[in-house]
């Protein structure tokens, strides 16, 4: 039961090939049922974020099942395999268990101990299971690493005062500005991040602030609810003209806004910078605007300039997660293990069942069935006590392994024999 997780993400890929490889919420059960439907896929789960998009699969198959992700992952994206290969990371069993813990408890995230990505995972996993497309392993296992990021977000200040990358946007725009109390800004989409922002402005003193929304009631219900004003999509253009900060962040598959709508808004502005923040994935704003005059736009990946900083000032918790990881990792690699071992322990209890069977029934042919059933669990259980016990004890100290095969040789050889 080997577990693989094959990845894209900003480690290593930039903007520009994420978005390719980004899958749509509305469009995430199709494609986890479409993924399962191949024979060596037991179990797939399917995490797509702003920063990552990673495929976590269960196999018994582990050349053939990395082979399909990697094809399965080109051809719903309509992409060459070649686009995805220089990007693309690959981790199997210990190192995807461990990977996986690391990127629920944000170690891996671009921004240090942000809180959403814990909220993406479980919202992945639950997606996964209402498809069925999850069975024993990863219902065990997604548990498992719930639990232990809880202990890590618990037992260190990892999350504390960290940024998000809603509040690193501000961050930027204080860095560009200096002091944001008499801009104006404009906020474009109403997700969870788009209320986030609305609370980070607030707080650094921005008086304000327009609410554009597809849905006006909706803007509406959020702008009342902070002071601000609402506005329909339709009048996005008519308002940048008045506004310093532009921040849009919705699940449009295509630009919001585009450079020649921002061109002819712009010659009405009375000769200020306007900074425009594009935090959608795939991109909201056209990336060809940034060659306008008077224009600075910066994407997710533009970002990284505020998030290291805040990356070297909790180096300490990272190292204090890392440990914590280290002892909980055993447990889980002894579980895994267990799993390859269940199988040959039911084959090996059998197996020994009919022996004893047969050789109860020669000594005495009066007993009943039910007697010899309790003659014969008696037995099975005395036998198999101390090889289980230590193996149980290796499995825990990472040598499990090597006993699990011998095992099953030995087992191989009795049941020639019987």
């Known amino acids: 039961m080997n577990i693989i997780v094959l990845g894209i993400s900003h480690h290593k890929a930039p903007l520009k090939i994420r978005e390719k490889v980004y899958f749509r919420?509305?469009?995430l059960s199709y494609a986890l049922r479409m993924l399962k439907e191949y024979e060596c896929i037991n179990e797939c789960v399917i995490l797509s974020t702003c920063n990552r998009t990673e495929i976590y699969i269960v196999t018994e198959d582990l050349e053939n099942g990395k082979s399909i992700v990697k094809k399965f992952l080109a051809n719903y994206h309509d992409l060459e395999n070649k686009e995805l290969e220089d990007y693309l990371y690959e981790k199997n069993n210990k190192e995807a268990i461990e990977h996986l813990i690391r990127v629920s408890s944000s170690l891996d995230?671009?921004?240090?101990?942000?809180q959403q990505i814990l909220g993406q995972i479980k919202d992945a996993y639950h997606v996964a299971l209402e498809c069925g497309?999850?069975?024993?392993?990863?219902?065990?296992?997604?548990q498992k690493i719930l639990n232990v990021t809880k202990k890590i977000r618990t037992k260190t200040g990892i999350g504390e005062g960290a940024l998000s990358l809603s509040s690193a946007a501000i961050e930027l725009a204080k860095r560009i500005f200096n002091d944001l109390t008499d801009k104006r800004v404009m906020i474009v989409g109403l997700g969870k991040m788009g209320e986030l922002l609305i609370k980070h402005l607030n707080n650094n003193g921005i008086k304000k602030i327009w609410v554009v929304n597809r849905n006006i009631d909706k803007a509406n219900d959020v702008a009342i609810k902070f002071n601000g004003e609402a506005a329909s999509i339709d009048n996005l253009y008519e308002i940048m003209p008045l506004v310093d900060i532009v921040i849009v962040s919705t699940t449009s598959p295509h630009y919001v806004i585009k450079k020649d709508d921002v061109e002819y808004a712009l010659n009405k502005h009375r000769n200020k910078t306007v900074f425009l923040i594009d935090l959608g994935v795939p991109r909201n704003i056209d990336p060809k605007i940034n060659s306008l005059k008077g224009v600075i736009l910066y994407d997710i990946d533009g970002l990284k300039i505020v998030v290291e900083a805040n990356r070297k000032r909790r180096l300490k918790e990272v190292e204090l997660a890392?440990?914590?990881i280290k002892e909980e990792m055993p447990e889980i690699i002894s579980w895994h293990h267990s799993l390859e071992i269940t199988?040959?322990?039911?084959?090996?209890?059998?197996?020994?069942?009919?022996?004893?069977?047969?050789?109860?029934?020669?000594i005495d042919k009066s007993l009943d069935e039910k007697r010899v059933e309790e003659h014969v669990s008696v037995i099975v259980n005395k036998i198999l006590a101390l090889p289980m016990s230590k193996i149980k004890e290796q499995l825990k100290a990472g040598d499990g392994y090597m006993y699990i095969k011998a095992l099953s040789e030995l087992f191989q050889n009795n049941k020639k024999g019987t």
């Open 25 to 27: 919420k509305e469009k």
């Open 109 to 114: 995230s671009m921004v240090l101990g942000e």
């Open 133 to 142: 497309t999850t069975n024993l392993v990863f219902n065990v296992l997604f």
């Open 322 to 324: 890392e440990k914590i």
């Open 343 to 362: 199988p040959i322990v039911h084959e090996i209890k059998r197996s020994i069942s009919e022996i004893c069977r047969k050789e109860i029934l020669n």
